[in-house]
């Protein structure tokens, strides 16, 4: 009968104890959002990984300060640089106040500062509320039917500081509906910019108050609430670009950013990533190290974002290393495969731009019809054995190609392969004692003649 009882008892137990598990592990379990703003790959999975979500809807019972202005629709079927005011359309979305417009005419792309609002930054060092802000003015302004810009001056398009950015209230209209909206002060009323000299612009007045509407409201970045898209780790978050542009300000710090792997080499990757401004790609050198897992990961094709040291000295040049790799539980700032199977494509240059553009150095890129004229091969003990250094001339200008140690059918490629040849090249735009170079990884990159 004790026997029977005590079973029983041990039964209920056993029940419990599975039914208990089972809740602590739901509990524990990351429920899958409704509304993903961004995803990444984990590294070693096919799984989509939460990188932040951001979701806004304003309360339709607060003012629409976006309607409150008028758009003079008198006169918007010319170009805008001509007489301050023109339908536009996009031609690329930069940030939250940044933005390329096609003129009437498509006869020029207009670089676009908007009046008013200053938005934290989403290119080059990130801010937070940056992200959500480009996104929000990417919302308005890819579903418009029609755009307009409009100037603060009646007839006169004025520029920037920089003279190269139009500053310019932006209109849009949606679809079915026939009234025109006031981006720069959608934005300020929804909390997604600081005022820049709001006050004195043209609807200075309604801007104003649309702003403090949105402090008052504690909308998004007034909110006093960490922006779920932006990175609070140790590291920099910034661009590629602002990297590289900016080594002294960098070196030695702790930086994290994303990108594209082009090439493979010496232990280490060649990333780059396009900006949307200059129209431009901008490379840098990551080292892996010695980490079993960097393999994995650092692999031309993968989209990457990781944090790591920039370091700029005398012995290796400016770079990235002090990456960290986690298949199981990746932090923060390991580094993490963003997408696979990117294709990857040289940018076009001429011999002038390897020779005189610096801020080429580290990206991917091509060069045509280069005359083989004398060539110099590295003998030596180490990995280099083999590697030629072919003088080139590009139309009187000269190119210096660089190889690795070549192979073709298991043998090593020697001088008679490109003596007195024409070839096109894809390869990495580097240097070599403070001299351009294109550094040549593989046969298949190169064409000869």
């Given at each position: 009968?004790?026997?029977?009882?005590?079973?029983?008892?041990l039964?209920?137990?056993t029940?419990?104890?599975?039914?208990?598990?089972?809740?602590?592990?739901?509990?524990?379990?990351?429920?899958?959002?409704?509304?993903?703003d961004?995803?990444?790959?984990?590294a070693g999975?096919?799984?989509?990984?939460?990188a932040?979500?951001?979701?806004?809807?304003?309360?339709?019972?607060?003012?629409?300060?976006?309607?409150r202005?008028?758009?003079?629709?008198?006169n918007i079927?010319?170009?805008?640089?001509?007489?301050?005011?023109?339908?536009?359309?996009?031609?690329?979305?930069?940030?939250?106040?940044?933005?390329?417009?096609?003129?009437?005419?498509?006869?020029?792309?207009?670089?676009a500062?908007?009046?008013?609002?200053?938005?934290?930054?989403s290119?080059?060092?990130?801010?937070?509320?940056?992200?959500?802000?480009?996104?929000?003015?990417?919302?308005?302004?890819e579903?418009?039917?029609?755009?307009?810009?409009?100037?603060?001056?009646?007839?006169?398009?004025?520029?920037?500081?920089t003279?190269?950015?139009?500053?310019?209230?932006v209109?849009?209209r949606?679809?079915?509906?026939?009234?025109?909206r006031?981006?720069?002060?959608?934005?300020?009323?929804?909390?997604?910019?600081?005022?820049k000299?709001?006050?004195?612009?043209?609807?200075?007045?309604?801007?104003?108050?649309?702003?403090?509407?949105?402090?008052?409201?504690?909308?998004?970045?007034?909110?006093?609430?960490?922006?779920?898209?932006?990175?609070?780790?140790s590291?920099?978050?910034l661009?590629?670009?602002?990297l590289?542009?900016?080594?002294?300000?960098?070196?030695?710090?702790?930086?994290?950013?994303?990108?594209?792997?082009?090439?493979?080499?010496?232990?280490?990757?060649?990333?780059?990533?396009?900006?949307?401004?200059?129209?431009?790609?901008?490379?840098?050198?990551?080292?892996?190290?010695?980490?079993?897992?960097?393999?994995?990961?650092?692999?031309?094709?993968?989209?990457?974002?990781?944090?790591?040291?920039?370091?700029?000295?005398?012995?290796?040049?400016?770079?990235?290393?002090?990456?960290?790799?986690?298949?199981?539980?990746?932090?923060?700032?390991?580094?993490?495969?963003?997408?696979?199977d990117?294709a990857?494509?040289?940018?076009?240059?001429?011999?002038k731009?390897?020779?005189?553009?610096?801020?080429?150095?580290?990206?991917?890129?091509?060069?045509?019809?280069?005359?083989?004229?004398?060539?110099?091969t590295?003998?030596?003990?180490?990995?280099?054995?083999?590697?030629?250094?072919?003088?080139?001339?590009?139309?009187?200008?000269?190119?210096t190609?660089?190889?690795?140690?070549?192979?073709?059918?298991?043998?090593t490629?020697?001088?008679?392969?490109?003596?007195?040849?024409?070839?096109?090249?894809?390869?990495?735009?580097?240097?070599?004692?403070g001299?351009?170079?294109?550094?040549?990884?593989?046969?298949?990159?190169?064409?000869?003649?």
């Amino acid at each position: 009968m004790k026997n029977k009882k005590f079973i029983k008892i041990l039964s209920l137990l056993t029940v419990v104890s599975v039914l208990l598990s089972a809740v602590l592990l739901s509990s524990c379990q990351k429920a899958p959002p409704a509304v993903t703003d961004a995803e990444t790959t984990s590294a070693g999975t096919d799984q989509p990984e939460d990188a932040g979500v951001w979701e806004y809807t304003r309360d339709p019972s607060l003012p629409d300060f976006a309607t409150r202005v008028k758009l003079n629709a008198s006169n918007i079927d010319g170009d805008f640089e001509k007489t301050g005011r023109g339908r536009v359309t996009v031609e690329q979305f930069i940030d939250g106040d940044t933005v390329h417009f096609w003129n009437n005419s498509k006869s020029s792309v207009i670089k676009a500062r908007f009046l008013a609002i200053d938005t934290p930054e989403s290119t080059g060092k990130v801010e937070p509320w940056g992200k959500p802000a480009s996104r929000y003015t990417k919302s308005k302004l890819e579903k418009a039917a029609e755009i307009v810009l409009e100037s603060s001056t009646e007839g006169v398009a004025e520029v920037d500081s920089t003279g190269e950015r139009y500053l310019c209230w932006v209109w849009y209209r949606n679809t079915g509906d026939d009234t025109w909206r006031n981006l720069n002060i959608e934005i300020l009323s929804d909390g997604l910019a600081m005022g820049k000299s709001t006050s004195s612009t043209l609807y200075g007045t309604v801007a104003m108050e649309a702003l403090t509407s949105a402090r008052n409201e504690k909308l998004n970045l007034y909110s006093g609430k960490k922006d779920p898209l932006f990175y609070y780790g140790s590291a920099v978050e910034l661009s590629i670009k602002s990297l590289v542009l900016n080594k002294s300000t960098y070196s030695g710090t702790k930086v994290r950013f994303e990108g594209v792997v082009t090439k493979e080499s010496g232990g280490g990757i060649y990333m780059e990533s396009f900006d949307e401004d200059t129209q431009q790609y901008y490379g840098v050198y990551v080292y892996g190290g010695f980490a079993a897992l960097a393999p994995k990961f650092l692999v031309p094709g993968y989209k990457l974002l990781l944090t790591g040291t920039a370091d700029d000295n005398e012995s290796f040049g400016f770079q990235v290393s002090g990456l960290s790799f986690s298949l199981i539980n990746p932090t923060d700032d390991d580094t993490k495969i963003l997408e696979k199977d990117v294709a990857v494509k040289p940018t076009l240059i001429s011999a002038k731009d390897l020779n005189e553009n610096e801020t080429l150095e580290n990206t991917f890129v091509r060069l045509e019809n280069l005359k083989v004229t004398s060539i110099y091969t590295t003998q030596s003990t180490t990995d280099s054995d083999g590697a030629m250094t072919l003088t080139c001339d590009a139309d009187g200008t000269t190119v210096t190609v660089r190889t690795v140690r070549l192979t073709q059918d298991g043998k090593t490629v020697t001088e008679e392969y490109f003596s007195g040849k024409t070839i096109s090249v894809n390869g990495i735009s580097t240097t070599y004692n403070g001299k351009p170079q294109l550094k040549l990884f593989t046969l298949a990159d190169c064409e000869v003649k």
